[in-house]
């Protein structure tokens, strides 16, 4: 596996963790306890998310954030709390990833995947907060619902497809930025409003 296959499948976990980070750790960990994900040896960091305990706390955390992230405005406390986790989890998930042999390395992807993931996360949180002011509470549940569905799918595709990984880091790169340009813009209009000049008389 090249270098452009290995930091495209860190650049899309570390991306994918800063919206489901449990989901990514235990999906992951199942993958590779049914072969399903045969791990390269030099991934074989990435065994420790097989281990039961790991595989155990992160389907617990996959699924209160589920269920945290289906509700209006619980799903934005739930990001604030995880403003940190899911960065720091991030940049783990990308130094598993890279050769433990080469140092320089793994303080590239360990940076890099914390701040892929912190801004997977700013992308997340803010779109949800537009999503919120939204008085239907069914488009909550539906973009939650494809958040889910896209990370399991798009971090399948990454592993079983290392050569393409880094074009699902790109496409994923450039949805977190839409993501917050579109926020920007509607919150914006929401709340930076210039008052309306109020008729004399």
């Given at each position: 596996?090249?270098?452009i296959?290995?930091?495209?499948?860190?650049g899309?976990?570390?991306?994918?963790?800063?919206?489901?980070?449990?989901?990514?750790?235990?999906?992951?960990?199942?993958?590779?306890?049914?072969?399903?994900?045969?791990?390269?040896?030099?991934?074989a960091?990435?065994?420790?998310?097989?281990?039961?305990?790991v595989?155990?706390?992160?389907?617990?955390?996959?699924?209160?954030e589920?269920?945290?992230?289906?509700?209006?405005?619980?799903?934005?406390?739930?990001?604030?709390?995880?403003?940190?986790?899911?960065?720091?989890?991030?940049?783990?998930?990308?130094l598993?990833?890279?050769?433990?042999?080469?140092?320089?390395?793994?303080v590239?992807?360990?940076?890099?995947?914390?701040g892929?993931?912190?801004?997977?996360?700013?992308?997340?949180?803010?779109?949800?907060?537009?999503?919120?002011?939204?008085?239907?509470?069914?488009?909550?549940?539906?973009?939650?619902?494809?958040?889910?569905?896209?990370?399991?799918?798009?971090?399948?595709?990454?592993?079983?497809?290392?050569?393409?990984?880094?074009g699902?880091?790109?496409?994923?790169?450039?949805?977190?930025?839409?993501?917050?340009?579109?926020?920007?813009?509607?919150?914006?209009?929401?709340?930076?409003?210039?008052?309306?000049?109020?008729?004399?008389?």
């Amino acid at each position: 596996m090249g270098i452009i296959e290995i930091i495209g499948i860190a650049g899309s976990v570390s991306l994918l963790s800063g919206w489901r980070l449990y989901l990514c750790i235990f999906a992951t960990g199942l993958a590779m306890r049914l072969e399903a994900l045969p791990v390269p040896e030099h991934l074989a960091s990435l065994g420790v998310l097989e281990n039961p305990w790991v595989m155990g706390i992160a389907a617990v955390g996959a699924l209160a954030e589920f269920l945290a992230d289906k509700v209006m405005w619980l799903d934005s406390a739930w990001d604030t709390v995880h403003t940190l986790v899911r960065p720091v989890g991030g940049a783990l998930l990308a130094l598993a990833i890279v050769d433990p042999s080469d140092p320089a390395t793994q303080v590239i992807a360990f940076l890099l995947g914390g701040g892929a993931s912190f801004l997977a996360h700013g992308g997340k949180a803010s779109a949800r907060a537009v999503v919120n002011t939204s008085p239907e509470p069914v488009s909550n549940v539906a973009v939650s619902t494809a958040e889910d569905v896209a990370t399991v799918g798009l971090l399948w595709f990454a592993y079983e497809y290392p050569v393409a990984a880094a074009g699902v880091a790109a496409v994923l790169l450039i949805i977190v930025i839409g993501l917050l340009w579109m926020a920007k813009r509607v919150i914006s209009r929401l709340f930076f409003r210039s008052p309306k000049q109020i008729p004399e008389g």
